[in-house]
């Protein structure tokens, strides 16, 4: 067996020096750290502003074809309401039609499709009363807004009750089979 002695002073120079790495380690993870939460809230501003140039894409198309489908007499984009105790409700567009249809359409409007989609416009049509009492004696509708949906996603948007919007040739279209019974809230 060789052993090795080490003097007390090789240790304390030892210790030293492996906690001079750690410090230097801890700063270079502390600094990549902050670079990656840098780098997550530019990605998450890219996002927010996708969702609103994809709403922005939307609304006057929507608008004038909720117009000519259905009839609205009025298109509001962008309702927000908070409601002390309750929350706040945010709806990117509603569609108001007043007389002998007296309904009222909800659309969500998304950059790309996903389930959750149809879940986030179902609550919001559950909550839709408590947020907007005035409309309390109105039927609504859902629409889902989404510039490009393939048959099955369309089919999934309509299995739910909701009214499926994309965009054709920059146009907004809503196709829907003859026999679709939208659901009503």
């Known amino acids: 067996m060789n ?8 240790l304390i120079n030892l210790f030293q020096k492996t906690d001079e790495r750690l410090n230097k380690l801890a700063l270079e993870s502390e600094k990549t750290e902050k670079q990656i939460k840098e780098l997550g809230n530019q990605i998450g501003g890219l996002h927010n502003n996708f969702g609103k140039f994809t ?10 074809i909720m117009f000519e489908k259905f009839g609205i007499q009025s298109f509001d984009p962008n309702r927000n309401r908070n409601l002390i ?3 706040t409700i945010e709806i990117d567009a509603i569609g108001i039609v007043n007389g002998n249809i007296n309904s009222v359409f909800l659309t969500e409007i998304k950059s790309r499709f996903s389930s959750k989609a149809i879940v986030q416009l179902k609550e919001i049509m559950d909550r839709f009363d408590t947020f907007y009492p005035e409309y309390k ?9 989404i510039p490009q949906l393939n048959e099955s996603q369309a089919k999934e948007i309509l299995k739910a009750g909701f009214y499926p919007a994309t965009l054709k040739n ?16």
């Open 137 to 145: 004696d109105k039927k609504k509708f859902g629409v889902i807004a």
């Open 55 to 64: 709403e922005d894409l939307f609304y006057n198309s929507l608008e004038k």
């Open 170 to 185: 920059d146009m907004v279209v809503i196709d829907t089979p003859k026999n679709f019974k939208p659901k009503v809230f």
């Open 85 to 87: 105790g309750k929350g």
């Open 3 to 10: 052993e090795e002695t080490i003097t007390y002073e090789q």
